[in-house]
T-cell receptor, first 116, second 116 residues
Framework: DAKTTQPPSMDCAEGRAANLPCNHS???????VYWYRQIHSQGPQYIIH???NNETNEMASLIITEDRKSSTLILPHATLRDTAVYYC?????????????????FGQGTILTVHP | EAQVTQNPRYLITVTGKKLTVTCSQN?????MSWYRQDPGLGLRQIYY???????DKGDVPEGYKVSRKEKRNFPLILESPSPNQTSLYFC???????????????FGPGTRLTVL
């Protein structure tokens, strides 16, 4: 899996957009970018993923640069409940039998604090 | 509602007293796994299961057992718990298409275990 680099912490005002960056300069052509978050001591929560194109769902948008070396997760209208650790994970789809099959590796992530 | 449930959510026990943490998912996912989360160490995979009756070790399987007799359930068994198994445990499940696994994993709410 490609290595990712995220800022350790960020702040955002409630109601504003939160833009969380992730660098993954060694990403391979078959690797996806996944975003998860973990609200304090709760189970990690899948947010969104993408390969090349920008993606949007009900939770967030994912913007991937053309060279795919970095991406940005956008929470369009952050709320206090979005305060969490956000993890950017880069990995390819895995085949059964591979040593990394289904094994997500969560790095340090970005602690996002949304304040009133 | 699609979900992964775990029971109990909190457990305090003593060294050597066998215990089982249950995990159940209602999404008909083939893949299920167990992680433990410790401060400074992130999430580490304990065991995983590709389907009924198919299980394999993750990164930290020592002291744990699992079984997968039904598709929806994946219990974690500690035959003789020790204090170094005090941790926050998460169960996760994911859909697989044939032998290819998607990494949109759904996590349970967690079980906080203390072994005295």
């Amino acid at each position: 899996d490609a290595k990712t680099t995220q800022p350790p912490s960020m702040d955002c005002a409630e109601g504003r957009a939160a833009n969380l960056p992730c660098n993954h300069s060694t990403i391979s052509g078959n690797e996806y970018v996944y975003w998860y978050r973990q609200i304090h001591s709760q189970g990690p929560q899948y947010i969104i993923h993408g390969l090349k194109n920008n993606e949007t769902n009900e939770m967030a948008s994912l913007i991937i640069t053309e060279d795919r070396k970095s991406s940005t997760l956008i929470l369009p209208h952050a709320t206090l409940r979005d305060t969490a650790v956000y993890y950017c994970i880069v990995r390819a789809l895995t085949n059964a039998g591979g040593t990394s099959y289904g094994k997500l590796t969560f790095g340090q992530g970005t602690i996002l604090t949304v304040h009133p | 509602e699609a979900q992964v449930t775990q029971n109990p959510r909190y457990l305090i026990t003593v060294t050597g007293k066998k215990l089982t943490v249950t995990c159940s998912q209602n999404m008909n996912h083939e893949y299920m796994s167990w992680y433990r989360q410790d401060p400074g160490l992130g999430l580490r995979q304990i065991y995983y299961s590709m389907n009924v009756e198919v299980t394999d070790k993750g990164d930290v399987p020592e002291g744990y057992k699992v079984s997968r007799k039904e598709k929806r359930n994946f219990p974690l068994i500690l035959e003789s718990p020790s204090p170094n198994q005090t941790s926050l445990y998460f169960c996760a499940s994911s859909f697989s298409s044939g032998r290819i696994l998607t990494d949109t994993q759904y996590f349970g709410p967690g079980t906080r275990l203390t072994v005295l």
